[in-house]
Structure formats: structure tokens, C-alpha cells
């Protein structure tokens, strides 16, 4: 087990990203905000954008009404709109050769979370044209500011808008790739609730699991910040709210505008406090099987926090808490919590299981998450290998569970309602991990990336 070397590395990462909560976008929020953009470009003097979005938003409409609103502007743009589903290397790759070839100043990314990935690299691949893309895979490879970068989402789950971090995906290895650096937080984010007017009713209750699962892993996870805390919760309290009312009715811009902020919320959450386990996972999940990335969300979500026991208790409990439940003990407002992710996700369709997924898979899956989790994930309990596969066979559909546990011994799998007591074994003990200097190297690697990072306000 990697304690406690891994808790200390922890520690040490929890504090220097405290920085991030001092470079948060410029907002603009509110229906119509997406033609404010213009008055934020001009201020910088920028002359010719790269608009970064998808065929299918292009054809909504809303790409050539803005494009003129900016000629009209004195601003001149040039749409890519070549962005797949999970960007992979040659999408990035060909949109930064798209913006250094058409001469553009900034980036304006219109779309849901690929959109925003693939601006977020190919602007880090602009200003670096000597690296490839998988050269940026991992923590601060960037340290260069990417040209001025405005995220206008589409969806309300990603909170790419305002967070470090770019996904990418690498069909060779079938593993998507976390790029992470301060230089990817975007200058200007835009929450316009009119964007989301056509999204779908499926969309809708992926991508608001998504942001329900950011802000409770950001919440539960060791180290972080208690700001970020409370923008966590308050996500939290927003999509029990408001979630399944914008999943019925999708033409109502005050819920659409709600649940952006909550995704922004929950952005600024684990983009400060990082995400868990379930993203361990659902990298794998998608990678391989192209499972949209919420709906991985949704299934893992109790699951992994089940899972963890009685270590995430007490803060589960708290979230439970602040949604309205009660109960006499942290352990049944927890149990509520986790039942209440359970009925939220079940009364918009979402399954209990990931039909995807073989059981012959299980072990790299479980390997994948591993590396990834550990030791970057500060999470309430550290697993090991088998754990993650032990998750993996309880989302199995019931076919390949059956499958999967054939002529295994019956203490091979663990029973949910056990599932506290197993993750209580492995909790680690409470002795205390000395951190020499831990503050003095935080904030110095913190004005270190600062100075390698600045934002061009």
C-alpha cells in the first residue's frame, strides 16, 4: 500500500492548488451573454479568434449568428468544428494546426466537454509547437500561457469553463488522459442558459451527474480546501434541486441558468480539491467502450462510495445534510445520501450497470484506474487493485456478473450491505504523516506556477 508517502505527496499538492481559487474566469452569466463576448475580445485587442465547436452546434445556428455579431464588431473568426466525441491526439493536433495557420489572436470554445478539451490543448499545442500532444499528459507540462481563452458551455455538467484540467484521449492505449495545468483555465467563462434550450433530456441528466459527481468526490476527497468545500456543497444543493426539473422541462431558461452555475460550482470545486475514484474508472470505461462519461458517473457513483464505508461518513453525512434528509447517526444520513444519488439517477432512466463492460476486461480496467488514482486522488480510503475490480464487477450487467463470479468462492465478492464493514478494514489508521516545511514548498510551487502561468486579464 502506498501510505503514507502518497498521503504527504497529497498534502503537499492540496496546498498548492489553494492558488486556483485566486484565477477564476471573468463571468457572464445570463440568457444572451454568448454576444457580450465581443466587448471582453475588443478589450484585449483581439482581432481574429478561432471558434472551436462541433458540425451539429453549427448547424443550431447559433455559430453563424455569432461569427456576424463579431464581423460586425470589427472581429474576424475561423470556425473548427472537426471536434469528436472524447478528443483524441490527431483532433487536437489538427485544430492547433488550424489556429496557427489562419493567424488567430484567441480562442472562443462553444460546446460541451470535448469542445472544451480540445480548445484547451490545442491552444497549449499552439503556443508549444515543438511538443506533440501526449507530451502534455500529466500535471503542469503546459507552464506557458495559452492564447486568451473564452469557454461558452453547452452542457451544464463539465465545469471546463473554469477548471485546469483538459481530458484527452489516446485510442492506441484505449485510455483517456488527464492534462492538467493552471495555463488551461480559461480567461472568460459564458453561462448562457439559451444554449441549452435544445439539449436533450438524456444530455441533460448525464452531464448533471457529472456535475453532482465532481462536487461530491471534490467534497469528500482529504487536504482540500474548505472554499472549495462550500462551492461543492452548494453545487450539491443545486442539482437535487434543480436537476430532474430541467431533465422534464428543458425550455426553462431559469433552470438551465441554475444548473450552469452548479456545474461551475462544482468546477471550481474539484478542479481545487480534485476528483476520486469513480473518474479513475470512467477514464478506463470511456476509453474503451466509449460509454458517455456522466452516464459512467451516474453508475459508479454510489457505488464507489458505498464502498469507501465509514470513512466517507461523516462528509457524505453533511451532504446529506444539506439536501433535507435526516438521521439520528452520520451513517444513515450517509446510507440517505447515497440512496438519494441512486433514486436521482433512476428517475431519469439512468441504469444501475454498464452493459459495456466484459468481465474478461476487469483486471486492466482495474489496473488503469489504479495508476490513475493513485497516488494523485486525495480520496477517503486508498485502494488497491483489487478493490477497483471489485467495483467493476458490481456494475457488471447481470449476465456478466454471473459470469464473472463463476466458480469463485462466495467471500469473492462483496455484498453491499458488507461493503461499509470491508471498506472499514481497509481504512488506514489514524496515525499522523509529518510534513516537513509542507507549507514553505506549497506556496513556493505556487507562485512558481504563477509566474508561469499568468492569465492575460
Not at 172 to 181: G, P, T
Not at 364 to 392: H, I, K, T
Request: hydrophobic content about 45%; some cysteine; overall charge negative.
Amino acid at each position: 500500500m502506498i501510505e503514507p508517502l502518497a498521503r504527504a505527496r497529497q498534502l503537499v499538492t492540496a496546498q498548492m492548488q489553494k492558488v486556483q481559487l485566486r484565477m477564476l474566469p471573468e463571468l457572464l452569466v445570463g440568457p444572451g451573454s454568448l454576444y457580450d463576448v465581443q466587448d471582453v475580445l475588443r478589450d484585449q485587442d483581439i482581432r481574429c479568434v478561432m471558434i472551436v465547436t462541433t458540425e451539429g452546434f453549427v448547424k443550431r445556428g447559433v455559430v453563424p449568428s455569432f461569427t456576424q455579431d463579431l464581423l460586425s464588431h470589427g472581429i474576424t473568426s475561423a470556425v473548427f468544428s472537426e471536434v469528436t466525441p472524447d478528443p483524441d491526439v490527431e483532433c487536437v493536433e489538427k485544430a492547433a494546426a488550424f489556429y496557427r495557420s489562419r493567424g488567430c489572436e484567441g480562442i472562443v470554445a462553444i460546446g460541451g466537454g470535448s469542445v472544451m478539451d480540445c480548445a484547451k490543448i490545442a491552444g497549449a499545442l499552439a503556443v508549444k509547437p515543438n511538443k506533440r500532444a501526449l507530451d502534455l499528459v500529466g500535471t503542469m507540462k503546459v507552464r506557458t500561457s495559452l492564447p486568451y481563452l473564452v469557454a461558452v458551455p453547452t452542457t451544464a455538467g463539465t465545469g471546463s469553463e473554469v477548471t485546469a484540467a483538459a481530458v484527452l484521449t489516446d485510442p492506441e492505449r484505449q485510455r483517456k488522459y488527464a492534462v492538467s495545468d493552471i495555463a488551461l483555465i480559461p480567461d472568460v467563462a459564458v453561462l448562457d442558459p439559451n444554449l441549452l434550450l435544445g439539449l436533450s433530456p438524456e444530455m441533460t441528466a448525464y452531464t448533471g451527474m457529472d456535475a453532482l459527481t465532481h462536487a461530491v468526490e471534490a467534497y469528500t476527497n482529504r487536504y482540500g480546501s474548505r472554499e472549495a468545500r462550500v462551492y461543492a456543497r452548494r453545487a450539491v444543493e443545486i442539482v437535487f434541486k434543480d436537476l430532474k426539473a430541467s431533465y422534464d422541462d428543458g425550455r426553462d431558461a431559469s433552470l438551465r441558468e441554475n444548473m450552469l452555475i452548479a456545474s461551475y460550482y462544482a468546477g471550481i470545486a474539484f478542479t481545487n480539491n480534485m476528483v476520486g475514484y469513480v473518474h479513475a474508472l470512467a477514464h478506463g470505461i470511456g476509453g474503451r467502450y466509449h460509454v458517455q462519461h456522466g452516464l459512467a458517473n451516474a453508475v459508479l457513483l454510489p457505488v464507489v462510495l458505498e464502498e469507501f464505508g465509514v470513512a466517507a461518513e461523516p462528509r457524505l453525512a453533511r451532504l446529506g445534510e444539506a439536501i433535507g434528509l435526516g438521521g439520528a447517526s452520520d451513517h444513515e444520513l450517509a446510507a440517505g445520501f447515497i440512496a438519494a444519488i441512486r433514486e436521482l439517477a433512476a428517475s431519469m432512466g439512468i441504469p444501475e450497470t454498464i452493459p459495456e463492460i466484459r468481465a474478461e476486461d476487469i483486471p486492466e480496467l482495474a489496473a488503469g484506474a489504479e495508476a490513475e488514482g493513485n497516488p494523485a486522488y486525495p480520496v477517503p480510503v486508498v485502494w488497491s487493485q483489487a478493490d477497483f475490480e471489485r467495483v467493476l464487477r458490481r456494475v457488471l450487467a447481470e449476465e456478466a456478473q454471473e459470469e464473472a463470479t463463476a466458480g469463485e468462492p462466495q467471500s469473492a465478492a462483496i455484498e453491499p450491505a458488507t461493503a461499509a464493514e470491508a471498506a472499514a478494514e481497509r481504512a488506514p489508521s489514524n496515525r499522523k504523516v509529518k510534513v516537513a516545511a509542507a507549507g514553505a514548498v506549497a506556496a513556493a510551487s505556487a507562485a512558481m506556477m504563477i509566474a508561469k502561468a499568468k492569465k492575460r486579464r
